[in-house]
Structures are given as structure tokens and as C-alpha cells.
């Protein structure tokens, strides 16, 4: 089944200890959509400037992700400048220019309003509560969101959390969003909200999930070598939501096969810049790394 993603398309300049990227895509929307996919076909809805080159993204495009909700506007594409420390966790953000990014307003074209699975990735909250409103009764609504909408717009956000099934977000976003600093405690008052399940990112750290059912936790897939962890939130998100759009039920099992899956794809993206390493590999590289972390934590 189809997904929609709303979000952000990027060029990147990026810098870790094992290299430099100029021009390199990213954005949350094609993150996301190189890992999900794997699984479904992804519609993409966002915005490039008249530096974009959309030949760049034929890879994409060969992977059944279709970027016709993608307008051009006059101008320049949403940018962004960072620098990774030897500890990835750290980073310094050299420079963000949003451009055309700025006054984006998503139109969702009648042929994505009825699709069934859709990731509201890292915009103003009020324009993905407009996105949620344009689209016919999804299946799954998934949200994303970060430390500056929390903290300049959280009513909006909050009152969008109450119409959403699952939110993504990491653990200082959540202690922020809810000012309460224990990871369960938090995670039920979101829960109380409405929401169907609860995923908290941990970085090196694994993941979490909190649903109804309880509570899941699965490990981060050992990388030795983290290149450039660029995209690696969106690609979980991808993961997950792909791996959602292919199961017959969603239910708490098939949930936490979910983040296993959204672990899985993160963990090959940070092993390249942009979604270089993603081109490479196929389903069976990810069923594979699935399988050595279910070796890993059987006991």
C-alpha cells in the first residue's frame, strides 16, 4: 500500500571525520522515502528551488517513489551546513538557508489524498495538521517533530498529537514536550493524548516502543564505522512505516517488528553519506541484519 510523506527536500553541505559532502541530498522527505521503499511504493510532496537537479534522484524514482507532488519554485532549494564531531551525538550547524523551503505550503494532489499510510515529517505544525485535514481517513498517521516547533508552537503540536496515531520523536523531545524527565512516565501522558503508540528514538542507543500493550526495546545495530548520520531519524521513520505498510494488521507485534525494521535502515544509512549507502542494498541486506539482532537478543 502507497505512502504519502510531507516534508523537506535538501541540498547539504557535510562534514564528519571521514569526509566532506557538497550539494548532497537530504531532507526529510527523500530520507524517508529511500527507506520506505524497500517496502511500498512513497508519494513525496515538497518543494525544490531551480538548483535542484531531479535527474539526481533517479534512483528514487526506479524504487517506486514518486515525486510528482514535488513543485519548483523560483529560487533556491532549502539548505543546510553541519559539522560532525568524532562523537556523532555532536554536531555544529554551520549555516541553514530555507529558501524556497520558507513560505512552503503542501497542496496535496487528488491522487495521494486517499493513501493509507502517511508520515507527517518535520514541518510547522500547523501545515501538518492542514496536511492531515486534506487527506481521506489514512489508515496510519505518523508524526515527526523536533526541539524548535516544541518550543515556539507546542499548543499546535499538541493539539495535533490528539488526532495522530503514532508520533516519533527522541527522548529530550519528549522530556520537553511533557516536562516530565522519566522516559514511561512521559511516554503515557502522550499515550493519554490519544495516541495509538508512542516510538522514542535513542540514537546509539536503540529504540522504544510504548503502546497500550506495554513497552518494547530494541538495540541499535552495532555500525563500526558511523560516516555521516545525516537522515538517520527520517530513515528510521521510513523503516517503520514501511514495514507497516506491508503487514495485513497493525497490531502490537507487527509494531515491534516495525522498529526492528526502522533500526535496520538507519543503521546502513549512517554508513555513507546521504542515501548513498540505501542505492546499494536490497530487502534481503535488511532481512539479514533483522536476523543478527534477533541472534542478539535472544536469551
Known sequence: MSILVVGSIALDDVETPYGKANDSIGGSALYFGAAASFFSPVN???????????DNLTFLKARNVDLSGTSVEKG???RWGGRYHLNVNKRDTLYTELNVF?????TIPDHYRNDPFIFLANIDPELQLDVLNQMDKP???VLDTM???INRKKDALMALVKKVDVMILNDEEL????????????????????LRALVVKKGEHGALLVDNDGYFIVPAFPVE????????????AGGFLGYLSSCDEINDQNLRKAIVYGTVVASFTVEDFSYNRLKNI????????IERIRDMTTF
Open 175 to 194: 522530556f520537553e514536550l511533557t516536562e516530565v524527565h522519566n522516559i514511561y512516565r512521559a511516554a503515557n501522558i502522550l499515550l493519554n493524548e490519544g
Open 225 to 236: 564505522k558511523v560516516v555521516d548520520p545525516t537522515g538517520a531519524g527520517d530513515s528510521f
Open 44 to 54: 513525496v510532496v515538497g518543494v525544490i528551488g531551480e538548483d535542484f537537479n531531479l
Open 139 to 141: 489508515r496510519l498517521s
Open 102 to 106: 520558507e513560505n512552503f505550503k503542501p
Open 147 to 149: 526541539n524548535f516547533w
Open 76 to 78: 533556491k532549494t532549502f
Open 282 to 289: 536490497q530487502r534481503e541486506d535488511l532481512d539479514k541484519r
